[in-house]
């Protein structure tokens, strides 16, 4: 497969008033074209920041960022924040072209795709409500749609299901990563969910508490007896997956 990034000796901290916080340090991996890479680790230790600094808005202390092309601009990053809140104000239509609109992009060719996502993710009837009409999985797809109408090559979600309730989390993790894997995506998922993340993803990278450097990457093969999530939890590999993240999570070497 095609490599599309490759993130070399990755430091990172924070400066405040109150001193330095570590936050990355010597981050190293690549990523293949189509991947879905899981990135699991101990709340606080830098996942988001690992996540802000691939989509380039903040830079690395030291370390390089590489793409096939040389720089980090001929990738299309589409990035979804933790807490990618919908603006009330707008209806979810407004809302799902908000990216394009920011960035003078309101083609007709864009926004046939937008109406094309609102009816892949069963939309389409609510693109006029407000957003607190939707139920929780429903805005989650909305701020999703935002993020996929741009196109991107690789795509960033930092936790994206977190404020969904157990049920609907599986279920809406199950058909939005069926629906980005069908478009051909390179996809990034930080979550905090081990489950989740040994079910979406080809290869979970765990990271150590702060700062965060890489404890172990993980290649993901399960045997499935069919395309859905539920199928890859009740995999006869499923279980010593999720034992051997687990240890990796609460042993530090
Ligand atoms: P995670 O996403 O894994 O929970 P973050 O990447 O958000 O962790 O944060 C890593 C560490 O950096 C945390 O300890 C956090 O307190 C600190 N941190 C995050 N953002 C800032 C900031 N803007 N200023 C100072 N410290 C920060
Ligand atoms: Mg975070």
């Not at 010597?26 to 690992?50: A, D, M, R, W, Y």
């Not at 977190?162 to 051909?184: E, P, W």
């Not at 859905?228 to 530090?252: C, G, H, V």
């Amino acid at each position: 497969m095609e490599q599309i990034l490759e993130l070399q000796n990755i430091h990172y901290s924070y400066h405040s008033l109150y001193g330095e916080i570590k936050a990355l340090e010597n981050i190293s991996f690549q990523v293949k074209k189509g991947e879905f890479i899981g990135i699991v680790g101990p709340s606080g230790c830098g996942k988001s920041t690992l996540l802000s600094i691939i989509a380039g808005l903040i830079e690395p202390e030291a370390g390089e960022i590489l793409t096939p092309a040389g720089s980090r601009d001929t990738l299309r990053i589409g990035y979804m924040l933790q807490h990618d809140h919908l603006f009330e104000w707008r209806s979810v239509y407004k809302n799902v072209i908000l990216g394009l609109e920011l960035n003078h992009l309101l083609t007709e060719d864009k926004l046939s795709h937008v109406d094309q996502l609102l009816k892949d993710y069963g939309l389409w009837d609510f693109k006029d409500k407000k957003p607190s009409e939707l139920s929780g999985g429903m805005k989650q797809r909305a701020a999703l749609i935002r993020t996929l109408a741009l196109d991107p090559d690789l795509l960033l979600l930092d936790e994206p299901f977190s404020a969904l309730d157990y049920q609907t989390r599986l279920m809406v993790s199950d058909d939005i990563s069926r629906l980005i894997r069908a478009s051909g995506k390179t996809m990034m998922i930080v979550t905090h969910d081990i489950s989740e993340a040994i079910s979406i993803c080809d290869r979970v990278i765990v990271l150590t508490k702060r700062p965060a450097h890489i404890k172990c990457d993980i290649p993901v093969q399960l045997t499935l007896s069919d395309d859905t999530l539920l199928s890859a939890r009740k995999a006869p590999e499923f279980q010593s997956y999720f034992n051997r993240i687990w240890e990796d999570m609460i042993y530090e070497e």
